[in-house]
């Protein structure tokens, strides 16, 4: 069992903001535990892939607010694992409310087994009768097996090296025609298929395996609507909203990743045109791009506008197949808006 120092954090995240790990090897374990407390909703992404940061198994979580312990009352944080399927993995924290927080702990740990748990998990066995109802095993209250004989479990020895216990089988299910279940010198069970069929059947799940996952990103580009957000609605009546050169005007977008990945982004508004020689009379916007939120390019093409009045000039500036995360729209030259709305979608 190991801890890893890359994806676990117990900095608390500010608005709007995330924790985002480090990808680090696991081929050496077979399973993680995630214990997380946060004082506000979050979104938990864990990451694995074969490769750093090209990431093929994507699991989301969205989690409650957990209250601060009070080491009076019984408490723990929130739970949840599972298994290592690739070589490395990453974690990602996503702070969901318009709050700071006071506090976020989370622990990733690495386990060399699968994750089950002798006191809070447990494994039914079980089987299928004559007629396809299926039955649990049945035990007394003390949990000893019950056998439909009236010989006792008790009187049932078996020496390891000379005993052993036969499974058998019938295909039409009378006990007068049963045969031993065949199995090849290295225990592996027989089934009667030549080669070739055994191959085709192994190339038929393979293809099905893969139909499947094509139909779950077509759907995905298929239904996957467009996200609106309002960054600006004054009203007609109000005043706008003003910006100097330098200002930011949006909020920023993220187009997300992976099979839900948005590719085009559009900004929409509204300018009030001021007179000849008031600052506002010769507006321009432009799209800023970046990988980080940290560092923003800009290509220098502006928005243009379709005047629809002297003093309300329109646009909507759209930009196809991002190919950077976060992007946000930037006042180049002052502009008042009365409204702005930002829209992310697929193409």
């Given at each position: 069992?190991?801890?890893s ?126 007629n ?8 007394t ?46 225990g ?23 139909i499947?996952a ?26 706008p ?12 977008v993220?187009?997300g ?6 590719n ?28 980080n ?37 930037l ?17």
């Amino acid at each position: 069992m190991a801890t890893s120092e890359k994806n676990s954090t117990s900095k608390p995240l500010d608005i709007g903001q995330a924790f985002v790990g480090v990808a680090e090897p696991v081929g050496q374990y077979g399973s993680y535990t995630i214990a997380v407390r946060s004082s506000t909703a979050i979104q938990y992404k864990i990451l694995q892939g074969q490769e750093p940061n090209r990431w093929d198994d994507v699991r989301i979580l969205q989690q409650p607010a957990l209250p601060a312990p009070s080491n009076v009352n019984d408490t723990e944080p929130i739970v949840f694992k599972g298994l290592i399927k690739m070589k490395y993995i990453k974690v990602e924290i996503q702070n969901n409310e318009n709050v700071k927080q006071l506090y976020l702990r989370s622990t990733l740990m690495f386990r060399d087994a699968m994750p089950l748990n002798s006191l809070d998990d447990s494994i039914s066995v079980g089987g299928i009768d004559e007629n396809g109802n299926k039955h649990l095993l049945a035990t007394t209250p003390d949990g000893v097996l019950k056998t439909n004989t009236t010989v006792s479990v008790e009187d049932i020895k078996l020496d390891g090296t000379t005993d052993s216990i036969r499974i058998m089988g019938s295909t039409d299910q009378d006990v007068a025609n049963i045969k031993l279940i065949n199995t090849d010198v290295d225990g592996k069970l027989n089934i009667n298929v030549d080669g070739t069929t055994q191959q085709l059947l192994t190339d038929i799940l393979a293809k099905q395996t893969l139909i499947e996952a094509n139909i779950q990103k077509m759907e995905i580009n298929a239904n996957q609507e467009p996200i609106m957000v309002q960054d600006i609605d004054v009203g007609i009546n109000n005043p706008p909203v003003q910006f100097a050169a330098g200002q930011v005007i949006s909020s920023v977008v993220d187009m997300g990743f992976g099979a839900t990945r948005n590719n085009d982004v559009c900004f929409s508004g509204h300018a009030i045109i001021g007179a000849e020689g008031s600052g506002y009379d010769d507006p321009q916007v432009v799209m800023q791009f970046s990988f980080n939120q940290t560092d923003w390019y800009a290509d220098g093409t502006a928005a243009s506008y379709y005047k629809e009045s002297a003093t309300g000039w329109e646009f909507s500036f759209q930009r196809n197949n991002v190919g950077l995360r976060y992007v946000r729209l930037l006042c180049a030259k002052p502009i008042q808006l009365n409204m702005l709305i930002s829209t992310k979608f697929k193409n």
